[in-house]
């Protein structure tokens, strides 16, 4: 099993900046990706920027402004997200994703994190 703890998120104004953090505890080894992704209510959970295999990819609605990265060492991922908009507002996920040594996927995530973003 892999634990995911995000920290980070809350409150801020139109044009501003916050930074989410992720790290992974427990079984970690063969974590080969990690990523966030949000919801608002009533939608799907949309995939906002992942890490993988030394590369990254970005949601288009967030390209040019969130920053993905990763340190393997520590098993974290933060997402640095600038220049907000509102209709960045969602709860944001952190996820990880590990194929063990039979190449089956086991997908995990964490709690959640409310990003709210004022007009």
């Known amino acids: 099993q892999v634990q995911l703890v995000e920290s980070g998120g809350g409150l801020v104004q139109a044009g501003g900046s916050l930074r989410l953090s992720c790290a992974a505890s427990?079984?970690?080894?063969?974590?080969?990706?990690m990523g966030w992704y949000r919801q608002v209510p009533g939608k799907q959970r949309e995939l906002v920027a992942i890490?993988?295999?030394?590369?990254?990819n970005y949601a288009d609605s967030v390209k040019g402004r969130f920053t993905i990265s990763r340190d393997n060492a520590k098993d974290t991922v933060d997402l640095q997200m600038d220049s907000l908009k509102p209709e960045d507002t969602a709860v944001y996920y952190c996820n990880a994703e590990r194929i063990d040594w039979l190449k089956r996927k086991s997908v995990y995530w964490g709690q959640g994190t409310q990003v709210t973003v004022s007009s």
């Open positions: 427990g079984n970690t080894f063969n974590i080969n990706t």
């Open positions: 890490s993988s295999g030394g590369s990254s």
